[in-house]
């Protein structure tokens, strides 16, 4: 029973040390993608204007990726089905593209499609908002199936 309670304990601290990962990463992109396409003046001011949302699309992000994690390790363990990790991972990755849709003001330039980068400057605090939906929807959907797992797994 102690290898059992170890296994667990080790996919939780991995999970949120992975968690943890995913929230700098993120943070990290951030900053780069800004620095890379408008300096580091712009970015810090970006950042300091629109930090709450930045930081809770980060954190979101890393909640995602703690909860794929400890699903992924879980199942592995259980030698269970695969298609929720696949189902989760790919929810995972469209949150994180859609959380990520306001960089495109960024980018866009380069692209010369000054109509888009209007309406996306334009609308770039809905689009912050539309990322944290699609963010804690990622969130309820890894967390509906990691408990769909562990009620599985009681019942084997």
Not at 16 to 28: D, E, M, R, V
Not at 44 to 51: A, D, I, R, V
Not at 73 to 88: H, N, T
Request: with cysteine; proline share 1%; charged share 10%.
């Amino acid at each position: 029973m102690e290898g059992v309670a170890y296994n667990f304990m080790n996919t939780i601290f991995r999970s949120i040390l992975y968690g943890l990962l995913g929230f700098i990463a993120l943070l990290t992109v951030y900053f780069v993608v800004m620095v890379l396409f408008s300096g580091w003046d712009f970015a810090l001011y970006q950042f300091g204007m629109f930090w709450y949302f930045v930081v809770s699309l980060a954190v979101g992000f890393g909640i995602q990726v703690g909860l794929y994690m400890y699903l992924r390790r879980a199942i592995r363990q259980s030698r269970g089905s695969k298609k929720a990790l696949a189902v989760s991972g790919t929810t995972s990755i469209i949150a994180m593209v859609s959380c990520c849709a306001h960089y495109l003001v960024n980018i866009l330039p380069i692209l010369a499609t000054a109509g888009i980068i209007t309406f996306i400057g334009q609308y770039q605090i809905e689009f912050f908002w539309i990322g944290l939906a699609f963010n804690l929807g990622g969130i309820v959907y890894i967390v509906s199936k990691v408990l769909a797992f562990v009620k599985h797994s009681k019942n084997i």
